[in-house]
Nanobody
Framework: QVQVVESGGGLVQPGGSLRLSCAVSGIRFSIYSLGWYRQAPGKQRELVARITSGGSTNYADSVKGRFTISRDNTKTTVYLQMNSLKPEDTAIYYC??????????WGQGTQVTVSS
């Protein structure tokens, strides 16, 4: 059974930092592309960052230079380090593990709120 479990969300002041973690089990983790997405109230889910099985990364323009995605294949975990947080980063953050079109798994999400 595949499990995708996010953690690390919470309330932080503008300019602060958070690190999200996503533990994935039940798959051959190392061959999967992994991503973080977010969805703010009233908006569509959007890509924040992705990392391929080979370690290549891409980011949404809105988070470039502030967020860093990384993976630890030995721990089957993907991380999102978020620095210089802004109120507009407030959203539910979701973890995704994908291999081809057939294998596509999502977590339940973790809330990130940036507010003073």
């Amino acid at each position: 059974q595949v499990q995708v479990v996010e953690s690390g969300g919470g309330l932080v002041q503008p300019g602060g930092s958070l690190r999200l973690s996503c533990a994935v089990s039940g798959i051959r983790f190392s061959i999967y592309s992994l991503g973080w997405y977010r969805q703010a109230p009233g908006k569509q889910r959007e890509l924040v960052a992705r990392i391929t099985s080979g370690g290549s990364t891409n980011y949404a323009d809105s988070v470039k230079g502030r967020f860093t995605i990384s993976r630890d294949n030995t721990k089957t975990t993907v991380y999102l380090q978020m620095n210089s947080l802004k109120p507009e980063d407030t959203a539910i953050y979701y973890c995704n593990a994908q291999f081809g079109r057939q294998y596509d798994y999502w977590g339940q999400g973790t809330q990130v709120t940036v507010s003073s």
